[in-house]
């Protein structure tokens, strides 16, 4: 993180991957929202190896307002959530928004996160007023939304909607945290001590199609799970105790039948009980195994995982 006091009010964090469609109107609506506020601003955006034309358009755009645009070129593609990780690491504001390059979330909202920023809160969420996405992403995302409040203590109405405002504080904190988690929103409440949410506008992506195949989709919600929360592993640990202890009794029944009434036919429900009960053993094995690879994966995980191949931005200030 670049070190010391902030040097600008406000840093807009955009990733972009593939968006050389929507860039040009995301320059258009943004800047002048900027503009606007009458406050110092820069926005960085983090090529997160497109393979399209995007680098070119953010030069361009730099080359036209160098002073407030900040540029961070990946080597490859790493994710939306690794390319925010990377501006954070890298941005010089006080307070800091993270935003969509598709514009479905229109960047006229900004000034309705500062207003609330204004008001003292260090973290600001937003959900959807009136969703735009496929009935599947709506109904999968309501399934994941529910669970998570369950299992974890993050509350959050709506947890796929990024346009959210942070305090350098909160920022700080999750780049000192070392935990480059896949999930910032979320780790971004755990570490906030005065959380708010505003409804925002939702739009239909400008141009192209989501960059989330179902299988990113899963993978990012199994982190959010596992990242947050030993439970999984803790309920197919006391899943396997319980089912030990039914076959534990299921031997004893069987061991008294044999000695009051006899053998059974050859003796193969005897087998049964006794293999059940030295399968769920190695079930709690398993268990228990996958409880502490899973203490360690947490501690160790914590490595870069991302490469920066050029970072394009006015000399330093
Ligand atoms: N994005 C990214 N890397 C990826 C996928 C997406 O930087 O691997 C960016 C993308 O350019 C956009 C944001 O993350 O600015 C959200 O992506 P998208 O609109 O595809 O997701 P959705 O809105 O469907 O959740
Ligand atoms: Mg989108």
Redesign the pocket.
């Known amino acids: 993180m670049s070190s010391g006091q902030p040097s600008v009010y406000l840093s807009v964090v955009?990733?972009?991957?593939n968006?050389e469609l929507n860039l040009p109107k995301l320059f258009e609506q943004l800047y002048p929202v900027l503009d606007k506020l009458g406050r110092s601003y820069e926005i960085l955006f983090t090529n997160?190896g497109s393979v399209d034309r995007s680098i070119q358009l953010l030069r361009e755009q730099h080359q036209r307002r160098p002073e407030v645009t900040r540029v961070i070129d990946f080597n490859a593609?790493y994710?939306?959530h690794m390319?925010i990780m990377a501006a954070f690491e890298r941005v010089r504001g006080e307070v800091i928004i993270t935003l969509?390059?598709?514009l479905?979330n229109p960047p006229d909202q900004i000034p309705l996160l500062i207003e609330k920023m204004d008001a003292g809160f260090d973290y600001v969420g937003s959900y959807r007023l009136k969703r735009h996405d496929s009935l599947f992403r709506k109904y999968a995302s309501k399934t994941v939304n529910f669970v998570r409040s369950r299992i974890t203590s993050i509350e959050m109405s709506d947890q796929?909607c990024m346009l959210r405002a942070y305090s350098r504080a909160i920022i700080e904190a999750i780049v000192n945290s070392g935990a480059i988690n896949t999930f910032i929103p979320a780790l971004a409440y755990s570490f906030s001590g005065n959380p708010t949410e505003v409804g925002v506008r939702h739009e239909e992506?400008h141009a192209g199609v989501?960059?989330?195949s179902l299988y990113k989709l899963i993978r990012l919600n199994f982190d959010l799970i596992t990242g947050f929360s030993l439970m999984p592993l803790q309920l197919f640990t006391m899943f396997a105790m319980a089912s030990s202890a039914g076959s534990f009794v299921l031997v004893l029944v069987l061991a008294g039948r044999r000695l009051i009434i006899g053998p059974e036919e050859g003796g193969i429900f005897t087998l049964f009980g006794i293999l059940f009960f030295l399968l769920s053993v190695t079930m709690v094995g398993i268990g228990l195994i996958g409880e502490y690879v899973g203490r360690t994966y947490l501690v160790v995980r914590t490595r870069q995982r991302y490469h920066v191949r050029e970072l394009i931005e006015a000399v330093s200030k």
């Open positions: 955009i990733p972009v991957y968006e997160d593609n994710g939306q390319a969509d390059a598709d479905q796929g992506r989501s960059n989330y």
